[in-house]
């Protein structure tokens, strides 16, 4: 057996270990019994007896009778060392040497074994927050505890109905995708919506104002000792840049989230205003004046009314009035340029108010499905990377072992992971999310997105922190070329023939053969280009590659029976909002006075309500104006893993040979 197909002995499975062990140990004491017998039958050869008086015992016998005549102690040492002694001692160490196999020349790259797979715990269904990745001879694939899986699969290729869909109808804890074309909400929410998961659909695009809200400033706690740190936090997602700036646009940066901390904490103080960072872009446009009177005069007013705003907030707002002209210019310009997104009304509305909470994730079963259209994402992309990173760091303040309550892991499917632009509150935390029971599926169409996206080395160390990888037949040389050094080479025999021929009249002729040990990659580039549309290559820490095959939902009876209409989606309140943003309210009353106007009245002329704390007011506002649900949704449910019994509707391919593509 060559070294290119022999399986190493770690790799056999129990029993088969076993039973080599035990014919081991019976051939070694069948061999030292013929030796202790051959013993014997030397010595009497030695001393020209009969040999066939020799007996088991007979050299035992002869050693006590004449191992003190020094002629025949001789002879008893030549029979024992050439029978008896020799194969004791030359047997076991001749035993140790042929069960060490030579190390591989080139390595010993191959594909893991049923029994390989199973020990690593991909095959089973407990714990049952598992992630499903692949099929192998008809068995379902998934990574149990804490670990992160990526997937690299070109576009069509099949990973939203290979990886995404059969794992939103498959996962039983709370999940949170990104889902740029409604898809995965119309296939899947209506499964998890009827086993008691909380079903959201965040979509502040939709041509038709349906969502469910999240608002980014319900995260900013209202207490002086946290608000500043909190509000600065968000502004630091919002005016971060990517750190390669000039020192002009680090100063702009700067002074942007100098003046979202100063108008968030004017919000947070003026509870008749919406708490909205579409209220902060309104806010800046200075409301018809320059923006110096009109934050100017907001601060006199209070200050006459004996209602002043506190000094955090009158320093930041000072700290921007101190400003010439033209540097306030390029202030506002910065500030507005990642918030312009919130002057649409539906994108205004849809962060105006909260239908969940992120940090109830971990506490309760939730489904968040975030749909962008993919004709909005550049526009998309500062609310895409504030939304995520709200929710590692609403997520990531205390570990499950400190909290009870956090009984869930939370699964984040970024499907298109590239498409939300640097997403650094993931990157960075990928190392220590799994301690908070947060779990990432990834989704790439090559490792060159993410190069391009974030260098060399962040995409590298990223990708590292996900314990197991999904490739797919890449379509780039240049990944085809990593995924093949990935999969490491293995050493092949090869038998070259050479004839030689005389020419001196006789026409003899010669023949030689000689083998060599050559390198070859388990998997070449161009055989993983040519990998086919069923299969794929899973890489876990470990173990061995596995080369399995794709999950196909729609032929597989163990999904399709899971397939349900999705629950729609309620549409926002546009004229309410409207009125909201802009203000106008009256009072509710079931007729109208005699000369009452059916026209709203401008809150901002109302009486300021100095005899009511201020959290009382905004808990009013709130109430009145929201339509906070997270205490009217289910309590949660269980979905049940997909089984292996279920089989799968379709034929299975038979993996290749080892370094051979069919």
């Not at 714990?127 to 998934?142: A, E």
């Not at 909380?198 to 319900?218: K, Q």
């Not at 320059?290 to 907001?298: I, R, T």
Request: net charge positive; glycine share 8%; aromatic share 6%.
């Amino acid at each position: 057996m060559s070294t290119g197909t022999a399986l190493h002995f770690s790799a056999w499975s129990t029993g088969r270990k076993v039973a080599a062990v035990v014919f081991g140990l019976a051939g070694y004491a069948a061999l030292a019994c013929a030796a202790i017998y051959l013993a014997g039958t030397l010595f009497l050869i030695l001393n020209k007896a009969n040999p066939s008086q020799a007996r088991f015992a007979s050299i035992a016998h002869y050693w006590r009778l004449y191992a003190g005549d020094p002629p025949l102690r001789r002879k008893l040492q030549i029979a024992i060392g050439t029978s008896g002694i020799g194969l004791l001692v030359l047997l076991p160490i001749g035993l140790v040497a042929a069960a060490r196999q030579r190390r591989p020349l080139h390595g010993d790259a191959r594909f893991a074994t049923a029994a390989e797979i199973s020990r690593a715990g991909l095959t089973g269904h407990i714990p049952l927050q598992r992630i499903l990745v692949g099929r192998y001879r008809g068995r379902f694939l998934s990574l149990p505890g804490q670990l992160s899986v990526m997937l690299s699969a070109p576009t069509r290729s099949g990973k939203g109905v290979g990886v995404v869909i059969p794992n939103l109808l498959n996962w039983p804890d709370s999940v949170v995708v990104l889902d740029l074309k409604g898809e995965n909400y119309a296939i899947t929410a209506g499964y998890r919506a009827a086993h008691g998961q909380a079903v959201y659909a965040f979509s502040p695009f939709d041509e038709n104002a349906c969502s469910h809200r999240w608002n980014p400033l319900s995260a900013v706690r209202v207490s002086p000792l946290h608000r500043v740190s909190d509000l600065l936090n968000i502004g630091q997602v919002l005016f971060s840049g990517d750190g390669t700036g000039t020192s002009s646009e680090a100063f702009f940066n700067d002074q942007a989230r100098n003046l979202f901390l100063g108008l968030g904490l004017m919000l947070l103080e003026t509870p008749e205003l919406p708490r909205s960072i579409g209220e902060m872009l309104r806010q800046s446009s200075g409301q018809g004046r320059p923006l110096k009177d009109h934050l100017a005069g907001l601060i006199s007013r209070r200050r006459a009314r004996g209602a002043a705003f506190s000094d955090e907030c009158r320093d930041a707002l000072q700290r921007l009035l101190s400003n010439s002209e033209n540097t306030l210019a390029g202030v506002v310009a910065t500030f507005n340029a990642p918030l312009t997104i919130f002057a649409d009304a539906m994108v205004d509305a849809a962060t105006s108010a909260d239908d969940f909470r992120l940090a109830d994730l971990r506490r309760r079963h939730m489904s968040i499905y975030v749909r962008i259209p993919p004709n909005r994402l550049a526009n998309a992309r500062p609310l895409l990377n504030l939304f995520f990173s709200q929710l590692v760091a609403a997520n990531t303040d205390v570990l499950p072992e400190q909290d009870p309550a956090l009984k869930l892991q939370c699964l984040l499917i970024n499907d298109e992971f590239t498409v939300m632009g640097r997403a650094a509150a993931i990157t960075q935390g990928a190392a220590f999310l799994a301690g908070y029971n947060l779990r990432l599926l990834t989704v790439v169409q090559a490792m060159s997105q993410l190069d391009a996206l974030y260098g060399d080395k962040e995409a590298r160390s990223f990708a590292t922190n996900h314990g197991l990888q999904i490739l797919f037949a890449p379509r780039e040389q240049r990944d085809a070329d990593e995924y093949s050094a990935m999969l490491g080479n293995f050493t092949e025999r090869a038998l070259t023939r050479g004839r030689s021929r005389s020419f001196d009249g006789r026409n003899h002729s010669s023949v030689s053969f000689n083998e060599s040990e050559q390198r070859r990659a388990l998997l070449l580039p161009q055989e993983f280009k040519e990998l086919g549309s069923e299969r794929l290559v899973v890489i876990l820490e470990n173990c061995k590659p596995i080369l399995a095959e794709k999950i196909r939902y729609h032929r597989d009876k163990a999904f399709t029976s899971r397939l349900l209409p999705a629950p729609t989606v309620p549409a926002m309140d546009m004229k309410l909002h409207l009125a909201h943003a802009q203000g106008r309210c009256r009072d509710a009353a079931d007729k109208l006075a005699p000369g009452d106007s059916p026209k709203p009245a401008d809150v901002r002329q109302q009486p300021e309500l100095a005899s009511t704390h201020p959290a009382e007011i905004a808990k009013d506002l709130n109430d009145f104006f929201g339509r906070t649900s997270t205490d009217r949704t289910p309590s949660g449910g269980a979905i049940e893993p997909v089984s292996d019994p279920d089989g799968v509707l379709m034929e299975r391919p038979e993996p290749p040979e080892r370094g051979h593509m069919h």
